[in-house]
């Protein structure tokens, strides 16, 4: 069974860079061909894709996040990492780590992110 953990601080003052990280268990981040997502939702909003990073290290953005959004891994932590730069208040959602691209069959349970001064 693959489960996903997010982490992070929920609170991200504006201009700073926020900072999550999912950690997997249950199945390695490098094998099977799976991509890992980050997906994000604001308040009263839908579901939001930021990127990925896929299972030899690829990544892959959201056109209207790109310029803000770097994904990066420690495959000897099983971990994989979202940095969001420059957040302003609009950046405040629950934060979902998932396997898949886009098609997802696992997630995490969210993490709340607030961006505030």
């Known amino acids: 069974q693959v489960q996903l953990q997010e982490s992070g601080p929920g609170l991200v003052k504006p201009p700073q860079t926020l900072s999550l990280t999912c950690t997997v268990s249950?199945?390695?981040?490098?094998?099977?061909?799976?991509?890992w997502s980050w997906i994000r939702q604001a308040p009263e909003k839908g579901l939001e894709w930021i990127g990925y990073?896929?299972?030899?290290?690829?990544?892959y953005y959201s056109p209207s996040l790109k310029s803000r959004t770097s994904i990066s891994r420690d495959t000897s932590k099983n971990q994989f990492t979202l940095q969001l730069s420059s957040v302003t208040p609009e950046d405040t959602a629950v934060y979902y780590c998932?396997?898949?691209?886009?098609?997802?069959?696992?997630w995490g349970q969210g993490t709340q992110v607030t961006v505030s001064s």
């Open positions: 990073i896929s299972y030899s290290g690829t990544t």
């Open positions: 249950g199945g390695s981040i490098t094998t099977g061909y799976y991509y």
């Open positions: 998932a396997r898949g691209l886009d098609l997802f069959d696992y």
